[in-house]
């Protein structure tokens, strides 16, 4: 059985969060892989977690993108691997270049933490096996630079390619858009639709205990693509 | 990443510089007349003299300066605060380390600690507010605890001006900008405006950590032979003096004095954090202490002090950010993010090799000695020369006290001349408007209040933020209080009046309180009157925390919080704000304010009238700040907080609220807000009517010591009635929850609110502001 590998960079702060999560709806075997580490030890996939990684400096995401660890993620992705990014690590993929478009500052240029209502818009790739189109999802976000922004371009080609897998309510909403993002993307796929990047924090809404347990059926599809589960 | 470079070899024990122990310091001497430009009276100076047995160089005076100062040798307040209970069954550590600590079962222990940042956040909110976030949570990983809460106590002038907002903005985003980076969550807190903050906002801040009991460390240097390394930052000129400045009038001058401010970077906080704890537990480091005011002399000072040894620093070895520095700026800035550890002996290279993968700069700069003193070298040269014991030990002053008669004239006034409100059910919305009672979800939603998911009940949804502890079925609960309206009016009843709320807010969750840190900000302690309200201040939290049985395990004091007014310089309304930590022994048996089932009955707990005195509603309808402070029965206040909280953790009951400001219609709107669901409430007259404004007013907004609300399904009232009787707690039947209004009746008054009106006016006025 292979086992979970979530990324630690320094300023990462959503980690121990993610292995958490992780190892209660899996149950598998989560273990921390260094940002100076060249070598993914035999993952089965990948989690890039939330937090301020090299302190954001220079851009959210920027430096991380340049660590070795994130050359052996590229070469992972390519082959198929599943990788899921997550606020931080949402950013660090689109700044790798996995992932289109960037994260920018919030329109209302605040940090925003909340809960909002994210809508699943796909229903075929494998890291959303077992959500329903259509499905709400409660799940907290915890951001400053959270708004999704590419060109026209690239956002429709992302839309006819059905690469737009969460989406938020639209503003109005209280619990909708939180900030500003272009077409109210929460999150995208890339690659062959094994790079998942999203806003929301799944991590944060896997138990009851902690107010909702909407994040579980995305972490358990991580599992799944990952074949750390069945 | 580059490769590091190899570390250089560690200092053999002989290639540490030495000095016959009748050696001189080479530097300039000063004398007594220059002892002001240290911090030091002409009396400091002369013991300073007695202690070295010859005059200063200008690097000890400094250093005596710093030390002896209000900030760091609380030289006004330890006669008053060794008044203060410390022990108990449940205690850890106690005050003395960089936290206290409490037992919270299950082999865990928190560690806790509240400081203020006030004069910094003065002079730039943002940074002031930032590194007052840093500093408190490097005391708590210096205890082997990993941080995981935060609370802020946050004082403010006039909102409706400019400075308000801008200082209100500032601190917000600072505080916000540090924890949210780091990734500690800001659980909770409290927001309040008056006046007298105008000039001097209050910014007090309190971490809680987790560790493990065997965990638990100390800041101490170790024993001789020991090398002690410099970790973190480098080494600069911001904060220079940032401990006497903290301790001096806060002047027109002091917005020169911004390069006093210090910078923060959670980033490199971060860092040293995992990099301390994973040294922690690797068992590499015998004694760890942070660099806080008064940066290297105080924390090496105080390690030494803690060992009973002495140490000798190697000023060249200290990493600089800035060229030129002479000894006394290297002794005494307050760079942010820096620490001081020794290693374990034979671990020293494990250690820095640990920390050098964190990316931190780890240099040996001094050798621990059996000599008792606390020795400079800056090449082979020695530059300062003192007793580690004399430096610690800053000379007490036990000042003259005086009631200033106005607060009696005030807290003695009669209300009876106060007009009746026109309208009931226009004064419910205006005080849910009111900036200190309003909803401050504008301000906790800049917050990561969720990152490490523990965060059980999130903030504004109950009186305490409560964590879960993973792993275990255990979790703590956390508040910070007071009314500094009752304080100033009555400064010894009104501080007990803020250790109780403490309790009440704890018990309200469901959890059993457990120990205090305090945080003492008054205004200049020379003035009789301050000292009056200090001292008075401090009796009453010594009578209530011996009454509830909350040990006080550690706190900070800030004095000289003050402004200028026509008639000269007025302290701030006397504020020792209450932190308090609690523990729910089942998290699945926890409470929050929100109404959540149509038809629960309402019921009122504990003993005690509410009465006008001091209130809320005086000074939001009237702009009177008058009367007494509700009546306290430090007895009836323990009962209702073991009782309630005994109902909460037997799982009789899932919804509760103290009655706070704005007394019980506000404490009710609350919960109609937080559950969306109305109540029709019938609180009766009140007390016998001594005039207008008394008669059902005072049932409706008066406040109270000891009384808290309950909803529970009718079905389970007469249960939950007689278990709070077995309690001697005293329980009535208010109410009923359902609709969409908060329908109260209270004597010949009646008041009946929109849902809808009520939660704008809750949420408007701090939304706007941080617009």
């Known amino acids: ?230 | 990443m580059s490769e590091r470079p190899a570390l250089p070899p560690l200092a053999p024990d002989g290639a540490w510089p030495d000095a016959p122990a009748d050696a001189l310091p080479a530097g300039v001497v000063v004398d007594r007349t220059s002892s002001a430009t240290f911090g030091l009276t002409p009396e400091e100076f002369d013991q300073v003299v007695d202690h070295l047995g010859r005059s200063p160089v200008a690097v000890e005076a400094a250093m005596f300066g710093a030390l002896w100062s209000e900030h760091c040798g609380y030289k006004n307040s330890r006669p008053l605060l060794r008044r203060l209970p410390t022990e108990g069954p449940q205690v850890l550590q106690g005050p003395g380390e960089n936290a206290g600590v409490v037992d919270v079962g299950d082999g865990w222990g928190v560690a806790f600690k509240m400081e203020s940042h006030n004069h910094p956040s003065a002079v730039e909110p943002v940074q002031g507010a930032a590194t007052g976030v840093g500093g408190i949570l490097r005391d708590i990983f210096a205890m082997g605890a990993r941080p995981f809460a935060v609370l802020d106590a946050l004082r403010f002038g006039d909102l409706a001006t400019a400075r308000t907002r801008y200082l209100l903005h500032g601190v917000v985003e600072g505080i916000a900008g540090y924890g949210n980076a780091i990734g500690v969550p800001t659980v909770g807190g409290e927001i309040a405006f008056h006046p007298s903050y105008q000039e001097n906002p209050l910014v007090n801040v309190m971490a809680l950590g987790l560790l493990r009991h065997e965990e638990l460390q100390s800041g101490t240097v170790g024993a001789v032979g020991h090398v002690l390394l410099y970790v973190g930052a480098k080494t600069g000129r911001d904060g220079l003096g940032g401990a006497v400045f903290a301790s001096a009038d806060l002047s027109a001058a002091s917005d020169a004095d911004r390069p006093a401010v210090q910078v923060g970077d959670p980033f490199l906080e971060k860092l040293l954090l995992e990099a301390c704890l994973e040294a922690i537990q690797a068992g590499m480091v015998a004694g760890v202490q942070d660099m806080g005011a008064a940066g290297l002399t105080s924390s090496v000072g105080e390690m030494a002090h803690r060992a009973g040894l002495g140490v000798d620093l190697d000023l060249g070895r200290v990493p600089r950010r800035e060229r030129g520095m002479t000894p006394l700026e290297v002794m005494l800035s307050e760079s942010q993010e820096r620490m001081v550890l020794t290693a374990v002996p034979g671990r020293e290279d494990d250690l820095i090799a640990l920390l050098r993968r964190w990316e931190l700069d780890a240099v040996p700069i001094g050798v621990v000695r059996d000599h008792g003193r606390f020795r400079l070298f800056e090449g082979d040269a020695l530059i300062a020369d003192m007793p580690v014991g004399a430096l610690n030990d800053a000379p007490t002053y036990v000042r003259e006290g005086r009631e200033d008669p106005a607060a009696t004239a005030a807290r003695e006034r009669g209300l009876h001349d106060l007009p009746p409100p026109a309208d009931a059910g226009a004064a419910l919305p205006d005080l849910l408007a009111d900036p200190t009672i309003a909803s401050k979800r504008a301000v906790y939603q800049r917050y990561d209040h969720q990152v490490m998911t523990n965060t059980v009940v999130l903030p504004g949804a109950a009186d305490a933020a409560v964590l879960r502890l993973k792993g275990s079925d255990r979790a703590v609960a956390a508040t910070v209080d007071c009314n500094a309206r009752y304080v100033g009016l009555a400064p010894r009843h009104g501080a007990a009046l803020a250790v109780v709320e403490a309790a009440r807010n704890l018990a309200a969750v469901g959890a059993t309180p457990l120990g205090v840190t305090d945080n003492l900000n008054f205004g200049n302690p020379t003035v009789p009157e301050v000292y009056f309200q200090m001292a008075e201040a401090v009796e009453g939290i010594r009578e209530a925390c011996l009454a509830l049985r909350t040990p006080v395990t550690g706190g900070n004091v800030s004095l000289y919080n003050q402004y200028r007014a026509d008639d000269g310089v007025r302290a701030v309304l006397p504020t020792p704000t209450i932190g308090m930590v609690g523990v729910l022994p089942d998290v699945g048996r926890r409470a929050t304010m929100a109404l959540v089932r149509d038809d629960d009955a309402l019921l009122l707990l504990g003993e005690g009238v509410p009465t006008l005195g001091a209130s809320s509603y005086l000074a939001r309808a009237h702009g009177v700040e008058a009367g007494a402070p509700p009546e306290l029965d430090l007895a009836a206040a323990d009962r209702l907080v073991t009782t309630l909280a005994g109902l909460v953790q037997a799982g009789r009951v899932d919804t509760a609220h103290d009655v706070g400001d704005g007394g019980i219609a506000v404490a009710l709107a609350e919960m109609a807000i937080a559950g969306g669901r109305g109540v029709d409430a019938e609180l009766g007259a009140g007390p016998a009517p001594s005039g207008a404004v008394a008669d059902g007013v005072a049932a409706l907004f008066g406040e109270a010591a000891h009384l808290a609300l309950v909803a529970v399904p009718e079905a389970c009232a007469a249960t939950v009635t007689a278990a709070a009787a077995a309690g001697g707690v005293p329980c009535r039947r208010v109410g009923v929850v359902g609709g969409d209004r908060i329908a109260l009746r209270a004597g010949t008054l009646a008041l009946d609110v929109a849902l809808t009106e009520a939660r704008e006016a809750f949420e408007r006025t701090i939304t706007e502001a941080l617009a």
């Open chain 1, 1 to 230: 059985m292979p086992h979970l590998a979530v990324l630690r960079f320094p300023g990462s702060n959503c980690d121990d969060d993610a292995r958490h999560a992780l190892e209660r709806v899996t149950g598998a075997d989560v273990r921390f892989v260094w940002h100076a580490d060249a070598d993914l030890g035999g993952a089965g996939g990948v989690l890039v977690p939330g937090g301020f990684s090299y302190g954001d400096y220079l851009r959210s995401g920027a430096l991380a993108a340049q660590s070795p660890v994130m050359h052996a993620v590229r070469a992972f992705a390519e082959r198929g691997g599943p990788v899921l990014g997550i606020c931080n690590g949402f950013q660090v993929l689109t700044e790798a270049g996995m992932l289109p478009g960037a994260l920018a500052r919030n329109e209302g240029l605040a940090f925003v933490c909340r809960t909002v209502t994210v809508e699943v818009q796909r229903d075929d790739h494998p890291l959303l096996a077992g959500l329903r189109r259509g499905q709400r999802l409660r799940l907290p976000v915890a951001h400053h630079d959270g708004r999704y922004v590419a060109d026209d371009a690239t956002l429709d080609t992302l839309e006819t390619e059905g690469r737009v897998v969460l989406r938020y309510l639209p503003a109005p909403d209280p619990d909708g858009n939180p900030n500003g993002a272009m077409r109210d993307i929460a999150g995208i796929v890339g690659g062959r639709g094994n790079v998942l990047g999203m806003m929301p924090h799944p991590e944060r809404a896997a138990e009851a205990l902690l107010g909702g347990e909407d994040g579980v059926p995305l972490l358990r599809a991580f599992g799944r693509a990952a074949g750390v589960t069945t």
